[in-house]
């Protein structure tokens, strides 16, 4: 058996855990919550600029707590940050950030392809 072949046996098997399958449910219940977030913080900041990053968390209330620079890396990671304050703070049940973000991410890539 290839290396190829090794590898994706091994993903299979991940993927049929219990455990994994309860997180990818928990992702998918999540990303209902979080396509309309997405697309609300994305048609605030249709060019991802610094100035547009800040109106968004303003209108939405929620304090920069630490300065952002004026890099597309760090406007992406605030705008993932303000998604996931606010997906959490819809969510009803506590959930891992990571899981949240997970779903998140999938509903960027989603909003981006249909556009």
Do not use: R
Request: charged residues 10%.
């Amino acid at each position: 058996m290839n290396f190829a072949q090794t590898f994706l046996q091994k993903v299979v098997a991940l993927f049929h855990k219990p455990a994994v399958e309860a997180a990818f449910n928990t992702v998918a219940q999540i990303l209902v919550i979080a396509e309309p977030i997405v697309a609300a913080i994305a048609a605030l900041t249709p060019g991802g600029t610094l100035a547009e990053v800040l109106a968004a968390y303003a209108a939405y209330g929620i304090p920069v707590v630490e300065t952002i620079a004026d890099n597309p890396a760090a406007t992406g990671n605030a705008l993932l940050n303000l998604a996931t304050t606010l997906v959490m703070k819809t969510v009803k049940t506590p959930t891992s950030t990571s899981i949240v973000q997970t779903a998140i991410q999938i509903a960027v890539t989603a909003l981006k392809a249909s556009a």
